[in-house]
């Protein structure tokens, strides 16, 4: 079974505001949903169960970067880095708890990824960014201003080359429309629709944010080390079918490693 939506909807949509835009397209895809219900069930299933790291693979960090305690995730922030999903996802909602427990923390969440770091040790993928509100008092320009507010309540953006276009446009990211994030120590929840290179973004408990076009439509979800520490919880994701997908714009799927032993010598 495929979510298809139909084209002329969806060009329907494009001419509309940002809020517009939201409300159509959940619209859209929550129709075609349940008018499959018959045919899959869909419902929400951990990606962490609160007990240790099964489903997840450390990338370019280290043991002592994620840990298991009191039905948390745990992350140190160091090294800078990510660990993965085990297998790619396509379309799907996910909803995920999350808190930073120092002054401008910062981390995220990579969508649709290849999970090959780069020079900056993160990876090419849509990342859903989580940032704590003290960040853009600590990294002022060099003209002494600081950063828009609105950067860390919850922008989207292709990151490591992954290419999209903003609903909400600051330069090449999207940026949210309220500041709804909470500081440090307080839970925040995302909540994001994710769906033939689209997503919307709700951020505790309202959808503002938006981006669409981006270049994969399928890959790997990242979480995000990076600098300081972050606690998550309740990482929950409800797949949906599949949809525009196809060789072209799907992240390479990375062979597992397998360990081999050495035969003694004879």
């Known amino acids: 079974m495929e979510l298809v939506l139909p084209s002329h ?25 349940c008018q499959n219900l018959q045919a899959q069930e869909l419902a929400f299933r951990d990606l962490f169960n609160g007990k240790d790291l099964t489903g997840w693979i450390d990338v370019n960090t280290s043991p002592e970067t994620w840990s298991v305690k009191d039905g948390l995730l745990i992350c140190t922030g160091q090294p800078i880095g990510v660990m993965r999903t085990d297998r790619q996802y396509e379309n799907f909602i996910i909803e995920v708890e ?11 969440m990579f969508l649709w990824s290849d999970a090959k770091p780069e020079g900056n040790r993160l990876p090419r993928g849509m990342e859903v960014q989580m940032l704590e509100l003290d ?22 953006f292709g990151a490591g080359g992954m290419t999209a276009v903003p609903d909400n446009p600051r330069g090449s990211r999207s940026k949210s429309l309220e500041n709804r994030c909470k500081g440090v ?6 909540v994001f629709v994710a769906v033939d290179g689209m997503v919307k973004l709700s951020v ?9 076009d981006a270049s994969y439509k399928k890959g790997y979800i990242c979480l995000e ?11 929950r994701i409800m797949e949906l079918p ?25």
């Open 204 to 212: 505790n408990g309202k959808f503002v944010n938006g981006i669409r």
């Open 225 to 235: 080390s990076e600098g300081k520490a972050i606690h998550f919880r309740k990482i």
């Open 185 to 190: 120590g307080q839970w925040n929840r995302y």
């Open 9 to 33: 909807l969806i060009q329907q949509t494009r001419h509309l505001n940002f809020r517009q835009q939201c409300y159509g397209a959940l619209v859209l895809i929550l129709g075609c949903v």
């Open 242 to 266: 599949k949809g525009l997908a196809d060789a072209s714009n799907t992240a390479p799927l990375i062979k597992p490693i397998r360990n081999v032993v050495a035969e003694p010598n004879k």
């Open 135 to 156: 960040w853009v008092n600590q990294h002022k320009r060099r003209d002494g201003t600081l950063p828009p507010i609105a950067y860390v309540h919850g922008e989207l």
């Open 98 to 108: 999350w808190r930073h427990m120092e002054p401008g923390g910062n981390s995220g």
